[in-house]
Protein backbone atom coordinates (compact mmCIF):
# COMPACT_ATOMS: atom_id res chain seq x y z
CA UNK A 1 0.00 0.00 0.00
CA UNK A 2 1.29 3.51 -1.00
CA UNK A 3 0.32 6.33 1.25
CA UNK A 4 0.19 9.49 -0.39
CA UNK A 5 2.97 12.10 1.83
CA UNK A 6 1.20 15.03 2.95
CA UNK A 7 1.52 17.65 0.33
CA UNK A 8 0.68 21.60 1.05
CA UNK A 9 -1.82 22.15 -1.37
CA UNK A 10 -5.51 20.27 -2.21
CA UNK A 11 -5.25 19.39 -5.98
CA UNK A 12 -8.07 20.74 -8.85
CA UNK A 13 -9.75 17.82 -9.19
CA UNK A 14 -13.71 18.39 -10.24
CA UNK A 15 -16.14 20.78 -11.10
CA UNK A 16 -16.94 21.12 -7.04
CA UNK A 17 -13.93 22.10 -6.12
CA UNK A 18 -12.87 25.93 -5.80
CA UNK A 19 -9.84 28.03 -4.33
CA UNK A 20 -9.29 27.00 -0.55
CA UNK A 21 -9.10 30.36 0.63
CA UNK A 22 -8.94 29.86 4.82
CA UNK A 23 -10.29 26.38 5.23
CA UNK A 24 -6.58 25.15 4.33
CA UNK A 25 -4.59 27.36 6.67
CA UNK A 26 -2.70 25.22 8.67
CA UNK A 27 -4.31 22.20 7.49
CA UNK A 28 -2.03 20.14 4.69
CA UNK A 29 -4.16 17.93 1.93
CA UNK A 30 -3.59 15.72 -0.45
CA UNK A 31 -6.18 14.30 -2.91
CA UNK A 32 -5.67 11.01 -4.79
CA UNK A 33 -8.90 9.61 -7.27
CA UNK A 34 -9.90 7.14 -4.17
CA UNK A 35 -9.68 9.68 -1.19
CA UNK A 36 -8.08 12.99 0.52
CA UNK A 37 -6.65 13.33 3.47
CA UNK A 38 -6.57 15.89 5.53
CA UNK A 39 -3.88 16.24 8.29
CA UNK A 40 -4.37 17.22 11.74
CA UNK A 41 -1.39 19.56 12.38
CA UNK A 42 -0.65 19.34 16.49
CA UNK A 43 2.57 19.31 18.34
CA UNK A 44 4.72 16.82 20.28
CA UNK A 45 4.15 14.20 17.65
CA UNK A 46 0.28 14.57 17.46
CA UNK A 47 -0.43 15.11 14.19
CA UNK A 48 -3.20 12.34 12.63
CA UNK A 49 -4.59 11.81 9.38
CA UNK A 50 -8.57 11.93 8.42
CA UNK A 51 -8.79 9.59 5.72
CA UNK A 52 -11.90 10.62 3.28
CA UNK A 53 -13.24 8.09 0.85
CA UNK A 54 -15.59 5.56 -0.85
CA UNK A 55 -15.59 1.69 -1.50
CA UNK A 56 -12.04 1.27 -0.57
CA UNK A 57 -10.98 -2.16 -1.14
CA UNK A 58 -10.78 -4.37 1.90
CA UNK A 59 -6.88 -4.89 1.64
CA UNK A 60 -6.26 -0.93 1.47
CA UNK A 61 -8.77 -0.52 4.38
CA UNK A 62 -7.38 -2.66 6.54
CA UNK A 63 -4.05 -1.77 6.16
CA UNK A 64 -5.20 2.15 7.16
CA UNK A 65 -6.68 1.13 9.86
CA UNK A 66 -3.91 -1.17 11.57
CA UNK A 67 -1.60 0.88 10.90
CA UNK A 68 -2.66 3.62 13.45
CA UNK A 69 -2.87 0.64 16.07
CA UNK A 70 0.11 0.31 17.77
CA UNK A 71 -0.34 -2.75 20.34
CA UNK A 72 -2.22 -6.20 20.21
CA UNK A 73 -5.35 -5.39 21.60
CA UNK A 74 -8.23 -3.27 19.98
CA UNK A 75 -12.41 -2.55 21.59
CA UNK A 76 -14.53 -2.30 18.24
CA UNK A 77 -17.23 -0.21 20.02
CA UNK A 78 -20.62 0.72 18.34
CA UNK A 79 -24.23 1.05 18.78
CA UNK A 80 -27.23 -1.65 18.67
CA UNK A 81 -28.64 0.15 15.36
CA UNK A 82 -24.75 0.23 13.32
CA UNK A 83 -23.53 -2.82 14.67
CA UNK A 84 -26.11 -5.01 12.12
CA UNK A 85 -24.69 -2.73 9.30
CA UNK A 86 -21.08 -2.73 9.81
CA UNK A 87 -19.48 -4.32 13.17
CA UNK A 88 -19.06 -7.21 11.41
CA UNK A 89 -17.61 -5.58 8.15
CA UNK A 90 -15.19 -3.85 10.60
CA UNK A 91 -14.30 -6.76 12.68
CA UNK A 92 -12.86 -8.10 9.63
CA UNK A 93 -10.63 -5.28 8.74
CA UNK A 94 -9.11 -5.14 12.16
CA UNK A 95 -8.39 -9.00 11.92
CA UNK A 96 -7.57 -9.09 8.36
CA UNK A 97 -3.94 -10.52 7.97
CA UNK A 98 -3.27 -9.42 11.62
CA UNK A 99 -2.29 -10.82 14.84
CA UNK A 100 -4.50 -8.15 16.72
CA UNK A 101 -7.42 -9.35 18.87
CA UNK A 102 -10.52 -7.62 18.53
CA UNK A 103 -12.61 -7.57 21.10
CA UNK A 104 -16.27 -5.83 20.31
CA UNK A 105 -18.97 -3.96 22.75
CA UNK A 106 -22.54 -2.73 21.56
CA UNK A 107 -23.99 -0.13 23.71
CA UNK A 108 -27.53 1.60 23.28
CA UNK A 109 -28.18 3.74 20.37
CA UNK A 110 -28.59 7.01 21.20
CA UNK A 111 -28.35 10.94 22.70
CA UNK A 112 -30.59 9.70 25.73
CA UNK A 113 -27.41 7.04 26.18
CA UNK A 114 -24.87 9.53 26.14
CA UNK A 115 -24.26 8.93 30.00
CA UNK A 116 -21.33 8.40 32.22
CA UNK A 117 -23.75 5.13 33.18
CA UNK A 118 -23.47 4.21 29.31
CA UNK A 119 -19.55 4.79 29.35
CA UNK A 120 -18.69 2.71 33.00
CA UNK A 121 -20.02 0.17 30.61
CA UNK A 122 -16.78 0.55 28.24
CA UNK A 123 -15.07 0.78 31.29
CA UNK A 124 -15.95 -2.71 32.62
CA UNK A 125 -15.33 -4.68 29.26
CA UNK A 126 -12.14 -3.10 29.26
CA UNK A 127 -11.44 -4.78 32.43
CA UNK A 128 -13.06 -8.20 32.04
CA UNK A 129 -11.02 -7.99 28.28
CA UNK A 130 -8.04 -7.29 30.79
CA UNK A 131 -6.96 -4.21 28.06
CA UNK A 132 -3.69 -2.58 28.77
CA UNK A 133 -2.09 0.81 28.35
CA UNK A 134 -1.33 -0.30 24.92
CA UNK A 135 -5.00 -1.27 23.81
CA UNK A 136 -6.96 1.01 21.41
CA UNK A 137 -10.76 1.69 21.35
CA UNK A 138 -12.47 2.10 17.79
CA UNK A 139 -15.18 3.91 17.92
CA UNK A 140 -18.09 3.24 14.86
CA UNK A 141 -20.82 5.13 14.53
CA UNK A 142 -21.49 8.88 14.96
CA UNK A 143 -21.05 11.75 17.75
CA UNK A 144 -22.32 9.89 20.68
CA UNK A 145 -20.97 6.85 20.25
CA UNK A 146 -17.07 9.01 18.92
CA UNK A 147 -17.43 11.38 21.65
CA UNK A 148 -17.98 8.89 24.33
CA UNK A 149 -15.39 6.33 23.16
CA UNK A 150 -13.35 9.38 22.80
CA UNK A 151 -13.88 10.22 26.57
CA UNK A 152 -13.80 6.93 27.86
CA UNK A 153 -10.47 6.03 25.81
CA UNK A 154 -9.19 9.88 27.60
CA UNK A 155 -9.53 8.02 31.02
CA UNK A 156 -9.17 4.62 31.03
CA UNK A 157 -5.83 3.41 32.62
CA UNK A 158 -5.21 7.47 32.70
CA UNK A 159 -5.12 7.50 28.66
CA UNK A 160 -5.42 4.89 26.14
CA UNK A 161 -5.23 5.48 22.52
CA UNK A 162 -8.47 5.48 20.15
CA UNK A 163 -9.25 5.87 16.35
CA UNK A 164 -12.46 7.62 14.88
CA UNK A 165 -14.49 5.54 12.57
CA UNK A 166 -17.39 8.22 11.47
CA UNK A 167 -20.51 6.70 10.14
CA UNK A 168 -22.89 10.50 9.98
CA UNK A 169 -22.58 13.34 8.24
CA UNK A 170 -21.76 15.27 11.87
CA UNK A 171 -19.87 12.77 12.85
CA UNK A 172 -17.25 12.84 9.57
CA UNK A 173 -17.56 16.77 9.40
CA UNK A 174 -17.14 17.66 13.01
CA UNK A 175 -17.35 15.33 15.96
CA UNK A 176 -14.58 13.00 14.75
CA UNK A 177 -12.08 15.64 14.41
CA UNK A 178 -10.61 17.24 17.32
CA UNK A 179 -10.53 15.72 20.54
CA UNK A 180 -13.21 17.29 22.18
CA UNK A 181 -14.77 14.32 23.73
CA UNK A 182 -17.78 13.82 26.56
CA UNK A 183 -20.82 12.99 27.77
CA UNK A 184 -24.13 14.75 28.70
CA UNK A 185 -25.29 15.82 32.37
CA UNK A 186 -28.93 15.95 33.55
CA UNK A 187 -27.80 19.52 34.07
CA UNK A 188 -25.97 20.42 31.11
CA UNK A 189 -25.08 19.23 26.82
CA UNK A 190 -21.16 17.64 26.93
CA UNK A 191 -20.66 19.27 30.72
CA UNK A 192 -18.29 15.99 31.59
CA UNK A 193 -15.40 15.33 28.94
CA UNK A 194 -11.99 15.73 28.11
CA UNK A 195 -9.63 16.85 25.22
CA UNK A 196 -7.89 13.42 24.14
CA UNK A 197 -7.43 13.34 20.30
CA UNK A 198 -7.26 9.97 18.13
CA UNK A 199 -4.85 8.22 16.30
CA UNK A 200 -6.87 8.74 12.86
CA UNK A 201 -9.82 9.74 11.54
CA UNK A 202 -11.14 7.05 8.63
CA UNK A 203 -14.21 7.93 6.78
CA UNK A 204 -15.39 5.85 4.29
CA UNK A 205 -18.65 7.85 2.68
CA UNK A 206 -20.50 4.87 1.79
CA UNK A 207 -21.65 4.56 5.10
CA UNK A 208 -23.87 7.12 4.22
CA UNK A 209 -25.82 5.11 1.95
CA UNK A 210 -27.97 3.76 5.33
CA UNK A 211 -28.22 7.19 7.23
CA UNK A 212 -31.71 8.43 7.04
CA UNK A 213 -32.54 11.85 5.49
CA UNK A 214 -33.34 13.20 9.08
CA UNK A 215 -29.86 12.06 10.20
CA UNK A 216 -28.18 13.21 7.40
CA UNK A 217 -29.33 16.64 6.94
CA UNK A 218 -28.77 17.03 10.83
CA UNK A 219 -24.64 17.31 9.74
CA UNK A 220 -25.69 20.01 7.21
CA UNK A 221 -26.12 22.69 9.67
CA UNK A 222 -22.38 22.27 11.36
CA UNK A 223 -21.19 22.38 7.41
CA UNK A 224 -23.39 25.90 6.75
CA UNK A 225 -21.19 26.81 10.17
CA UNK A 226 -18.12 26.99 8.87
CA UNK A 227 -19.26 28.69 5.79
CA UNK A 228 -20.05 31.40 8.32
CA UNK A 229 -17.06 31.62 10.89
CA UNK A 230 -14.73 31.59 8.34
CA UNK A 231 -15.11 30.43 5.08
CA UNK A 232 -17.27 32.75 2.82
CA UNK A 233 -16.77 30.91 -0.29
CA UNK A 234 -17.58 27.25 1.23
CA UNK A 235 -20.80 29.20 2.16
CA UNK A 236 -21.34 30.42 -1.35
CA UNK A 237 -20.76 26.97 -2.47
CA UNK A 238 -23.20 25.27 -0.24
CA UNK A 239 -25.25 28.05 -1.89
CA UNK A 240 -24.54 26.53 -5.38
CA UNK A 241 -24.68 22.66 -3.89
CA UNK A 242 -27.19 22.72 -0.92
CA UNK A 243 -29.69 20.14 -3.91
CA UNK A 244 -26.44 18.12 -4.41
CA UNK A 245 -26.03 17.20 -0.84
CA UNK A 246 -29.69 17.02 -0.29
CA UNK A 247 -29.48 14.14 -3.23
CA UNK A 248 -26.19 12.41 -1.95
CA UNK A 249 -23.84 13.07 -4.81
CA UNK A 250 -21.14 11.85 -3.84
CA UNK A 251 -18.65 14.46 -5.34
CA UNK A 252 -20.57 17.27 -3.65
CA UNK A 253 -20.47 14.88 -0.54
CA UNK A 254 -17.11 14.46 -0.55
CA UNK A 255 -16.25 17.80 -1.18
CA UNK A 256 -18.06 19.13 1.50
CA UNK A 257 -16.86 16.76 4.33
CA UNK A 258 -13.45 17.37 3.24
CA UNK A 259 -13.44 21.05 3.44
CA UNK A 260 -15.16 20.95 6.63
CA UNK A 261 -12.44 18.71 8.01
CA UNK A 262 -9.64 21.07 6.79
CA UNK A 263 -11.56 24.29 8.28
CA UNK A 264 -12.24 22.57 11.01
CA UNK A 265 -8.38 20.92 11.37
CA UNK A 266 -7.35 24.79 10.74
CA UNK A 267 -9.34 25.97 13.75
CA UNK A 268 -8.27 22.90 16.47
CA UNK A 269 -4.46 23.57 14.80
CA UNK A 270 -4.42 27.15 16.24
CA UNK A 271 -6.30 26.63 19.59
CA UNK A 272 -6.51 23.16 20.84
CA UNK A 273 -7.87 23.77 24.04
CA UNK A 274 -10.61 26.32 23.10
CA UNK A 275 -8.42 29.00 24.52
CA UNK A 276 -10.69 31.81 22.48
CA UNK A 277 -10.21 30.94 18.28
CA UNK A 278 -11.95 27.41 18.85
CA UNK A 279 -15.25 28.72 20.64
CA UNK A 280 -16.04 30.34 17.17
CA UNK A 281 -16.66 26.35 16.28
CA UNK A 282 -20.00 27.07 18.71
CA UNK A 283 -21.97 29.71 17.00
CA UNK A 284 -25.26 28.69 17.43
CA UNK A 285 -24.45 26.25 20.43
CA UNK A 286 -25.22 27.97 23.30
CA UNK A 287 -28.84 28.22 22.02
CA UNK A 288 -28.97 24.86 20.51
CA UNK A 289 -27.75 23.12 23.80
CA UNK A 290 -30.33 24.89 25.89
CA UNK A 291 -33.09 23.44 23.42
CA UNK A 292 -31.54 20.03 23.17
CA UNK A 293 -31.16 19.84 27.08
CA UNK A 294 -34.80 21.93 27.82
CA UNK A 295 -36.52 18.88 25.25
CA UNK A 296 -35.01 16.22 26.73
CA UNK A 297 -32.04 14.84 24.97
CA UNK A 298 -32.72 13.33 21.73
CA UNK A 299 -35.82 14.95 21.20
CA UNK A 300 -34.22 16.94 18.81
CA UNK A 301 -30.78 16.16 16.82
CA UNK A 302 -27.85 17.94 17.32
CA UNK A 303 -27.97 19.51 14.06
CA UNK A 304 -31.28 20.60 13.99
CA UNK A 305 -30.96 22.21 17.68
CA UNK A 306 -27.41 24.03 16.21
CA UNK A 307 -29.72 25.09 13.09
CA UNK A 308 -32.28 26.76 15.08
CA UNK A 309 -29.47 28.49 17.10
CA UNK A 310 -27.31 29.26 14.13
CA UNK A 311 -31.00 31.27 13.12
CA UNK A 312 -31.11 32.87 16.85
CA UNK A 313 -27.35 33.83 16.22
CA UNK A 314 -27.96 35.42 13.09
CA UNK A 315 -31.23 37.28 14.23
CA UNK A 316 -29.94 38.75 17.57
CA UNK A 317 -26.60 39.71 15.55
CA UNK A 318 -29.21 41.80 13.02
CA UNK A 319 -30.73 42.69 16.01
CA UNK A 320 -27.52 44.92 17.17
CA UNK A 321 -26.85 45.71 13.63
CA UNK A 322 -23.83 43.94 13.42
CA UNK A 323 -24.63 42.27 9.98
CA UNK A 324 -27.53 42.89 7.53
CA UNK A 325 -30.86 41.46 6.89
CA UNK A 326 -29.93 40.67 3.51
CA UNK A 327 -27.37 38.10 4.85
CA UNK A 328 -29.93 37.32 7.65
CA UNK A 329 -32.42 35.61 5.03
CA UNK A 330 -29.15 34.18 3.12
CA UNK A 331 -29.08 32.38 6.37
CA UNK A 332 -32.11 31.06 6.81
CA UNK A 333 -32.67 30.17 3.09
CA UNK A 334 -29.71 27.97 3.13
CA UNK A 335 -30.91 26.29 6.46
CA UNK A 336 -34.60 26.19 4.86
CA UNK A 337 -33.03 24.08 1.90
CA UNK A 338 -31.08 21.81 3.75
CA UNK A 339 -34.55 20.99 5.09
CA UNK A 340 -33.56 22.22 8.94
CA UNK A 341 -35.92 24.10 11.46
CA UNK A 342 -35.25 27.54 12.05
CA UNK A 343 -37.54 28.39 14.55
CA UNK A 344 -39.10 26.49 17.95
CA UNK A 345 -42.38 24.83 16.67
CA UNK A 346 -45.30 26.47 17.35
CA UNK A 347 -46.23 24.57 20.57
CA UNK A 348 -42.79 24.59 22.20
CA UNK A 349 -42.75 25.20 26.10
CA UNK A 350 -39.91 26.89 26.28
CA UNK A 351 -39.85 29.74 28.17
CA UNK A 352 -36.95 32.98 28.63
CA UNK A 353 -36.44 31.66 32.03
CA UNK A 354 -36.01 27.93 30.57
CA UNK A 355 -33.46 29.53 28.24
CA UNK A 356 -31.69 31.84 30.30
CA UNK A 357 -31.12 29.25 32.92
CA UNK A 358 -29.78 26.68 30.83
CA UNK A 359 -27.44 29.11 28.60
CA UNK A 360 -26.04 30.26 32.35
CA UNK A 361 -24.15 27.27 32.77
CA UNK A 362 -23.13 27.31 29.33
CA UNK A 363 -18.98 26.17 29.16
CA UNK A 364 -18.11 29.80 27.85
CA UNK A 365 -19.88 31.28 30.51
CA UNK A 366 -16.06 33.19 32.19
CA UNK A 367 -16.67 34.91 35.85
CA UNK A 368 -20.72 34.80 35.62
CA UNK A 369 -20.47 36.37 32.36
CA UNK A 370 -22.34 34.86 29.26
CA UNK A 371 -20.31 35.09 26.16
CA UNK A 372 -21.43 34.11 22.56
CA UNK A 373 -20.70 33.59 19.26
CA UNK A 374 -22.01 36.47 17.29
CA UNK A 375 -22.09 37.24 13.25
CA UNK A 376 -20.50 40.49 12.50
CA UNK A 377 -19.61 42.36 9.18
CA UNK A 378 -19.14 40.45 6.16
CA UNK A 379 -20.32 36.91 5.63
CA UNK A 380 -17.51 34.69 6.93
CA UNK A 381 -16.89 36.80 10.08
CA UNK A 382 -17.74 36.02 13.38
CA UNK A 383 -16.72 37.74 17.28
CA UNK A 384 -16.75 35.29 20.06
CA UNK A 385 -17.86 38.04 22.99
CA UNK A 386 -19.08 38.76 26.63
CA UNK A 387 -19.72 42.46 24.70
CA UNK A 388 -22.91 42.08 23.70
CA UNK A 389 -26.49 43.96 24.03
CA UNK A 390 -28.36 42.02 26.49
CA UNK A 391 -31.54 43.36 25.79
CA UNK A 392 -31.51 42.49 22.14
CA UNK A 393 -30.69 39.02 23.28
CA UNK A 394 -33.85 38.85 25.69
CA UNK A 395 -35.18 40.44 22.75
CA UNK A 396 -34.26 37.31 20.41
CA UNK A 397 -35.08 34.37 22.64
CA UNK A 398 -38.37 36.15 22.67
CA UNK A 399 -38.92 35.76 19.58
CA UNK A 400 -38.45 32.31 19.27
CA UNK A 401 -40.29 31.53 22.25
CA UNK A 402 -43.62 33.40 21.67
CA UNK A 403 -44.03 33.56 17.81
CA UNK A 404 -45.70 30.56 16.28
CA UNK A 405 -44.65 29.41 12.98
CA UNK A 406 -47.00 31.33 10.25
CA UNK A 407 -44.69 33.84 9.99
CA UNK A 408 -41.44 32.81 8.87
CA UNK A 409 -38.91 35.07 11.04
CA UNK A 410 -36.87 36.34 7.86
CA UNK A 411 -39.28 37.98 6.80
CA UNK A 412 -39.88 39.80 10.26
CA UNK A 413 -36.31 40.54 10.46
CA UNK A 414 -35.65 41.85 6.93
N1 LIG B 1 -16.96 16.32 19.79
C1 LIG B 1 -17.36 17.26 18.94
O1 LIG B 1 -16.59 18.12 18.52
C2 LIG B 1 -18.78 17.23 18.46
C3 LIG B 1 -19.13 17.94 17.31
C4 LIG B 1 -20.45 17.85 16.85
C5 LIG B 1 -21.36 17.04 17.51
N2 LIG B 1 -20.97 16.36 18.64
C6 LIG B 1 -21.91 15.47 19.32
O2 LIG B 1 -22.31 14.46 18.41
C7 LIG B 1 -23.60 14.01 18.75
C8 LIG B 1 -24.48 14.01 17.52
O3 LIG B 1 -23.89 13.17 16.55
P1 LIG B 1 -24.77 12.48 15.41
O4 LIG B 1 -25.60 13.50 14.78
O5 LIG B 1 -23.84 11.68 14.61
O6 LIG B 1 -25.77 11.59 16.26
P2 LIG B 1 -25.77 10.02 16.61
O7 LIG B 1 -24.43 9.54 16.94
O8 LIG B 1 -26.85 9.83 17.62
O9 LIG B 1 -26.21 9.36 15.22
C9 LIG B 1 -27.49 9.67 14.70
C10 LIG B 1 -28.31 8.39 14.48
O10 LIG B 1 -27.85 7.76 13.28
C11 LIG B 1 -27.51 6.39 13.55
N3 LIG B 1 -26.47 6.06 12.59
C12 LIG B 1 -25.16 6.39 12.66
N4 LIG B 1 -24.54 6.04 11.52
C13 LIG B 1 -25.44 5.45 10.75
C14 LIG B 1 -25.41 4.91 9.43
N5 LIG B 1 -24.30 4.95 8.69
N6 LIG B 1 -26.54 4.35 8.92
C15 LIG B 1 -27.69 4.38 9.65
N7 LIG B 1 -27.80 4.91 10.88
C16 LIG B 1 -26.69 5.45 11.41
C17 LIG B 1 -27.12 6.40 14.99
O11 LIG B 1 -27.17 5.10 15.53
C18 LIG B 1 -28.16 7.35 15.56
O12 LIG B 1 -29.37 6.69 15.76
C19 LIG B 1 -24.11 14.93 19.83
O13 LIG B 1 -23.99 14.30 21.06
C20 LIG B 1 -23.20 16.13 19.74
O14 LIG B 1 -23.07 16.79 20.97
C21 LIG B 1 -19.71 16.44 19.11
O1 LIG C 1 -15.06 21.13 18.25
C1 LIG C 1 -15.55 22.11 18.83
O2 LIG C 1 -14.85 22.87 19.50
C2 LIG C 1 -16.99 22.40 18.74
O3 LIG C 1 -17.48 23.27 19.44
C3 LIG C 1 -17.81 21.61 17.78
C4 LIG C 1 -19.29 21.60 18.10
O4 LIG C 1 -19.98 21.41 16.87
C5 LIG C 1 -19.69 20.44 19.01
O5 LIG C 1 -21.08 20.36 19.08
C6 LIG C 1 -19.07 20.43 20.38
O6 LIG C 1 -19.29 19.22 21.02
C7 LIG C 1 -19.63 21.49 21.26
O7 LIG C 1 -18.71 21.67 22.25
P1 LIG C 1 -19.06 22.16 23.71
O8 LIG C 1 -17.74 22.51 24.27
O9 LIG C 1 -19.98 23.33 23.55
O10 LIG C 1 -19.74 21.05 24.39
ZN1 LIG D 1 -22.04 20.90 17.23
Known sequence: LVVPQFQTRHQERQRHVGKLGMA??????????????????????????????????????????????????????????????????????????????????????GEEHKTMEVLQKILDKSLECALDRKATFVALGGGVIGDMVGFAAAIYQRGINFVQIPTTVMAMVDSSVGGKTGVNHPLGKNMVGAFHQPQCVYIDTETLSTLPDRELQSGFSEIVKYGLIRDAEFFEWQEEHIEEMMARDPQA???????????????????????GLRATLNLGHTFGHAIENYSGYGTWLHGEAVSIGTAMAATMSARMEWIDADLVKRIYTLLERANLPVELPVDSPMTRESFLKLMSVDKKVANGQLRLILLKGALGNCVFTGDFDEDAMVQTIDEFVAECSTQPKKEKVA
Request: hydrophobic content about 35%; overall charge negative.
Open 253 to 275: LRYAITRSCQNKAAVVKADEKEA
Open 24 to 109: DEGSITVSTDKYDIVKVDLDDGRDYPIYIGTGYDDGEAAQLLQSHIKGSKVLLITNDRIAPMYLEKYEQLLKQDSDLQVETLVLPD
